[in-house]
Structure formats: structure tokens, C-alpha cells
């Protein structure tokens, strides 16, 4: 599979065959997460940048900031970013070795969605796993920030866990469905920092 070239709005994404193409799960999860005017987000495992343009076309005054393990996904963050006229910043490196800007009003991640294997390529394997992505969510949220996040629904419960375990409070929950009759192919989870119990589940997205 090449690489191409999707137009989100005023902005064009380009991807390489190792990064995420447009898909309905990082659309869905650009459309879900809570933004506020000026606010600082962090894509945790960016690749070339795409939930960042989609939060960008949302709400155009926000600081930008990704974070890419894979040197090339990450300077085609970088490029994406330039090319659109948007500033921000792509931090390269593991996540569990770099020190994460902290005070972000929001984290963001489509995170890999296999344990292990080949399934979807590397992008879509596992690393640390579900414990470790969420302690740096918390860690780089301000209190009452938001963690926003795209992923099975057969991983509900095991993420779930890891979301409390660190801190981070489920207040918003959607699945994704491509029809009405269908099974869900995604789950949408928004957690808040130090946030109080209380899940609000919201009508299924109907749609790729």
C-alpha cells in the first residue's frame, strides 16, 4: 500500500504506507473529544499528525504538540504541520523515556489496537500497553484535563481498568457502528483527571 493524500477541511493530510490513513475511528474520535479555545493538546503516538489536523480544524487556536516513537512518522507530523500553516511541536522517542509536557487540557491517542502479531502492521501493536499509555495521559494532564481515546470495544473492560487505575475518571463513552444492525467496530472514552465517578453513555455514531 502507498502513501497519499486526504483533504480535512482547509487542511491536507499526507501519509506514508507506515502511518494511519483516514480512517473512521480517528474521524470519529476528532469529532468526540472535548476542545476549548486555546487549549493546550497532546497526541500520544501522533504519526503523521492526522487527530492533530482534525482537532486543528475543529478549533484552529489550539497549542499543538505529538508525540512519535517512528522517526519518518513523526517529521511527516512535522511537515503536515508546516504545510498547513499550523505551529506546533513533535516530540520523538518512547513515551515511557521521554519527559511529556505536563499542564495539557487534552490527550489524545489511537492507540495500537493489537497485543501483539502483524495484524494492521506495526502501527497497530502494542508497546507498553493499556497501563503504562494511561499513566502518561495522567501525567501530562492538568487536573480535570481530558483523555480522549479510540479503541476496540472487546478492550472496554481491560481499558476501563487502566483508566481508573491512573487516575483518569470515564465520564463519556460512544460506540461506533458502520450500520445500525451492526456490531460495534469502535469504542470512544473520554476521561477527566481526578474527575468524580459517573459515566455518561452517549448514542451510538452511525457511519465509517
Not at 22 to 33: C, K, N, T, V, Y
Not at 50 to 64: G, M, S
Amino acid at each position: 500500500m502507498s502513501g497519499g493524500r486526504e483533504q480535512l477541511g482547509p487542511y491536507t493530510y499526507r501519509w506514508s504506507p507506515e502511518c494511519f490513513p483516514l480512517g473512521g475511528d480517528s474521524l470519529a474520535l476528532g469529532e468526540f473529544a472535548t476542545l476549548r479555545p486555546g487549549g493546550r493538546v497532546l497526541d500520544l503516538g501522533c504519526g503523521a499528525g492526522l487527530l492533530l489536523l482534525l482537532c486543528a480544524r475543529r478549533c484552529p487556536d489550539l497549542e499543538l504538540i505529538g508525540v512519535e516513537l517512528d522517526p519518518a512518522a513523526g517529521e511527516l507530523a512535522r511537515q503536515n504541520l508546516l504545510e498547513n500553516g499550523l505551529s506546533g511541536q513533535i516530540l520523538l522517542g518512547d513515551l515511557r523515556q521521554l519527559n511529556l509536557p505536563g499542564e495539557m487540557d487534552l490527550v489524545i491517542s489511537n492507540p495500537p489496537w493489537y497485543p501483539s502479531g502483524n495484524l494492521g502492521g506495526p502501527a497497530r501493536v502494542e508497546g507498553g500497553g493499556f497501563p503504562q499509555l494511561c499513566r502518561a495521559a495522567a501525567k501530562s494532564l492538568k487536573s480535570k484535563g481530558r483523555f480522549a481515546l479510540v479503541h476496540r470495544p472487546e478492550r472496554l473492560t481491560d481499558l476501563l481498568c487502566a483508566l481508573r487505575e491512573a487516575g483518569l475518571e470515564p465520564k463519556r463513552l460512544r460506540l461506533c457502528r458502520g450500520k445500525p444492525e451492526k456490531a460495534p467496530y469502535a469504542v470512544l472514552i473520554e476521561a477527566v483527571k481526578a474527575g468524580r465517578p459517573g459515566l455518561e453513555l452517549l448514542p451510538d455514531r452511525i457511519g465509517t
